[in-house]
């Protein structure tokens, strides 16, 4: 027979055993337990200053809704601003789904938010973009949604963009790049990404959770989640199959990979070196004259100064 396990704080039944922390714990005291973490990351790299607006960037996945949910109980209490936004990639049903989830937190929490349909900007989905640059999907949807965070960060003067990452993606992210020995990647991986002239600051606040528990969190709030994954995901890629290969229930690689994080985190130079230039359509930093978001502009025959004056008035939030 199966012995119950009770929570270490109180009398309840626990629903999840924490090894490294050595607690035992119920629904209620595991979301004070990941909001605490959370928040010791905020404070120990020192992410979040008193009075900053921060943008979070909600997929409508498991993880950016841990975090907006956390950053926006912490919000009060440490005196910074949280604002939603979420991207549609155009494409079908994975979008509708994303968006659904994403705006029913917003909505949930009371957090101002935007969405950027790319369809409305490129007059195309992601997949649409890629086919007709000849890119692969997922690397021009990563392009774009980079510089789409920054430009609605830089445009409404926020000081900080946080995104979902947390300890495995982080973690399986720096062992693909050491494997393929990617060193420009290995240099910029961080926590904290300081803002360098038109190039906002970025964090991951959730750093060091690992995956099961923005699950848990997510499952036992009851967030609104996409029940979806992107057709385009690549599950045989090296990335994923690093994750797959240490996920652990029993959190014997937990040590491990918070080292490794850590120890990135500092050793990253995060610099911009290279980035001496800037891009003649929109100003931000780059290692050439144009940056790759105008360079893709280009490619798509759109003009990407009147793409810019547009977008700036339909970034802008009203605050
Ligand atoms: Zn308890
Ligand atoms: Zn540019």
């Given at each position: 027979m199966k012995e119950e396990l009770y929570c270490s704080f109180c009398d309840k039944e626990a629903v999840i055993n924490l090894k490294p922390f050595r607690v035992n714990l119920c629904s209620e005291h595991f979301s004070q337990h990941l909001t605490n973490r959370v928040k010791r990351t905020l404070l120990k790299y020192k992410l979040v200053k008193e009075r900053e607006k921060v943008l979070v960037a909600i997929s409508g996945g498991k993880d950016s809704a841990t975090l907006l949910h956390i950053m926006h109980k912490l919000s009060n209490e440490l005196n910074f601003e949280v604002y939603g936004l979420h991207l549609n990639i155009g494409v079908k049903d994975f979008s509708e789904k994303s968006e659904d989830a994403a705006v029913s937190l917003f909505k949930a929490l009371g957090i101002k938010y935007k969405v950027v349909n790319v369809r409305e900007f490129f007059g195309l989905s992601i997949p649409e973009i890629s086919k007709k640059v000849k890119k692969p999907i997922c690397s021009t949807c990563g392009l774009i949604k980079r510089y789409i965070m920054n430009y609605v960060a830089l445009y409404s003067n926020f000081n900080k963009i946080a995104t979902g990452h947390n300890l495995d993606d982080i973690f399986s992210y720096i062992v693909k790049s050491f494997l393929v020995q990617d060193k420009e990647q290995l240099s910029r991986i961080s926590v904290f990404t300081p803002t360098f002239d038109k190039l906002i600051s970025r964090i991951k606040p959730l750093a060091e959770i690992s995956e099961n528990e923005t699950l848990t969190y997510a499952t036992l709030n009851k967030l609104p989640v996409a029940q979806v994954s992107c057709p385009?995901?690549?599950?045989?890629g090296l990335e994923l199959k690093i994750k797959y290969s240490f996920i652990d229930p029993d959190y014997k690689y937990y040590p491990i990979k918070l080292n490794l994080v850590r120890t990135y985190s500092k050793l990253s130079l995060a610099s911009r070196e290279n980035d001496t230039l800037r891009c003649k359509y929109c100003g931000i930093p780059t290692s050439s004259e144009v940056c790759s978001f105008c360079k893709l502009l280009l490619n798509l025959n759109l003009d990407p100064v009147s793409f810019h004056k547009a977008f700036q008035g339909y970034a802008s939030f009203e605050t």
């Open positions: 385009f995901k690549n599950k045989f």
